[in-house]
């Protein structure tokens, strides 16, 4: 299995219409993204599959990632909704098929076995997990023969992460950083603001290539000109003593609260 090769991601949880979600994926592909991000919560596989078909890139060159429902986490139902996800997808396998929330069906020693189930019969290539803490993710590295490919949390810059990404280190897997922007939060923050106008750049460019610049892989929610805006995040190169005064932005200010909405997004 070649290993996993992550770069910033197209999110696409609230791209509800299907029209609209389908051309935001193929006009991403076609711009230069090479990793989409779904999940069967979101309920737009099969458009963001659509968008995947459409674009004129290789699905071979693209990282499709999807995560199975807090609901659907018995092993019997990880194998058969895994299998649908893809069907609605139109794909064979996915990338990446993440454990999307360890709460509701999941149950870590029944749970984890048929992802690698699923990764053994070649459906998915990769396995990851998503909102995990750092006990869980110890659980699962040493019940899973599949390592972690990646760890999906929030990660911006008011919620570092600082443990999982040092985590994600010592486990040699990705930490993919959802909420990037924390959802639009961050961008009237009035330091990035000042970075972004000094820099002559966006402070959705700003926070990315903050993320991009501390290795974590940022996957921000898109549509219209901002998909290619967020591009932009790869290619530049802010002063060093920006990036740091962004580190200096962490209030613990997390958007998602785990106790709360947790399996609502
Ligand atoms: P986000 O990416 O931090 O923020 C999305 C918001 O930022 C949207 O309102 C978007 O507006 C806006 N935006 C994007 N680019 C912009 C730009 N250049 N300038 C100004 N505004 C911009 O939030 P998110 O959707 O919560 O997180 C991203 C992805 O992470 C999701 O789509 C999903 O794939 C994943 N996620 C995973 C979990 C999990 O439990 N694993 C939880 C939450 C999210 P427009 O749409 O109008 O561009």
Not at 56 to 83: F, G, I, M, S
Not at 90 to 98: A, C, F, I, S, W
Request: glycine share 6%; hydrophobic share 40%; aromatic share 4%.
């Amino acid at each position: 299995m070649p290993p996993l090769d992550l770069s910033i991601g197209l999110g696409t949880s609230g791209l509800d219409d299907p029209r609209t979600c389908t051309d935001t994926v193929a006009t991403a592909l076609e711009t230069g993204y090479r990793h989409v991000d779904t999940a069967q919560m979101y309920d737009n596989e099969a458009a963001v599959g659509a968008g995947i078909a459409e674009s004129d890139v290789d699905r071979d060159d693209v990282v499709v990632a999807t995560k199975v429902h807090p609901e659907n986490l018995a092993p019997d139902d990880v194998r058969e909704t895994a299998r649908e996800s893809l069907d609605r997808l139109g794909l064979d396998r996915v990338d990446l098929l993440y454990v999307h929330w360890p709460i509701r069906a999941y149950d870590a020693e029944r749970t984890l076995p048929a992802f690698d189930d699923l990764r053994e019969a070649g459906l998915a290539d990769h396995v990851g997990v998503s909102n995990f803490t750092p006990e869980l993710l110890r659980e699962a590295d040493e019940i899973l023969d599949a390592p972690i490919a990646a760890h999906q949390v929030e990660c911006h810059p008011r919620f570092r992460q600082p443990e999982l990404r040092a985590l994600a280190d010592e486990f040699d897997h990705d930490l993919v950083g959802y909420s990037p922007l924390g959802r639009g939060e961050i961008l009237g923050d009035p330091a990035i603001a000042e970075i972004a106008a000094r820099n002559d750049l966006s402070p959705a460019v700003v926070a990315l290539a903050w993320a991009v610049d501390r290795g974590i892989v940022p996957i921000p929610k898109a549509r219209g000109d901002h998909v290619r805006e967020n591009l932009r995040a790869v290619d530049v190169d802010p002063p060093d003593a920006d990036l740091d005064a962004v580190d200096a932005l962490d209030s613990g200010d997390r958007q998602i609260d785990p106790d709360d909405a947790a399996w609502n997004r």
